[in-house]
C-alpha cells in the first residue's frame, strides 16, 4: 500500500485548479461512458450495455468519489467551488428530510 500513500501525499499537494484539472480527467472519461453504454443498450445489446453501465458506475464510485474526498479540501479553498458547493448541500439535505418525511425545524 506504499504506492497508493504516496500517490495520495502527491495528490494532496495539489493546487486547487490542478485539484480540480485531476478530477476533471476521470469524470470527463466515465459520464460518457455511461451515455455510450445507454446507447448500447438501446441498440439491444442489452448484456454489453448492462456490463458498460455497471464498469461507468464502478469506476465513478471506486475512483472519481474516492479521488473526490482527497482533492476537496483544495476545491473548497476556489471561492466559486465553496458557494457552489454549500448550495448543493443545502439542496441534498433539504430533499433528504423531504424524502425521509421530516421537517427541519
Do not use: N
Not at 506504499?2 to 472519461?29: H, M, N
Amino acid at each position: 500500500m506504499l504506492g497508493v500513500t504516496s500517490l495520495r501525499q502527491a495528490i494532496e499537494k495539489l493546487g486547487p485548479y490542478q485539484s480540480l484539472t485531476l478530477l476533471a480527467v476521470p469524470v470527463c472519461l466515465v459520464e460518457p461512458l455511461k451515455l455510450i453504454a445507454l446507447a448500447v443498450a438501446g441498440e439491444g445489446h442489452w448484456i454489453s450495455g448492462t456490463a458498460m453501465i455497471i464498469a461507468a458506475y464502478a469506476a465513478s464510485l471506486l475512483i472519481v468519489e474516492r479521488l473526490f474526498a482527497v482533492v476537496k479540501p483544495k476545491l473548497l479553498k476556489l471561492h466559486w467551488f465553496a458557494k457552489l458547493w454549500a448550495r448543493f448541500v443545502v439542496i441534498r439535505d433539504k430533499l433528504a428530510r423531504a424524502f425521509r418525511g421530516t421537517s427541519g425545524s
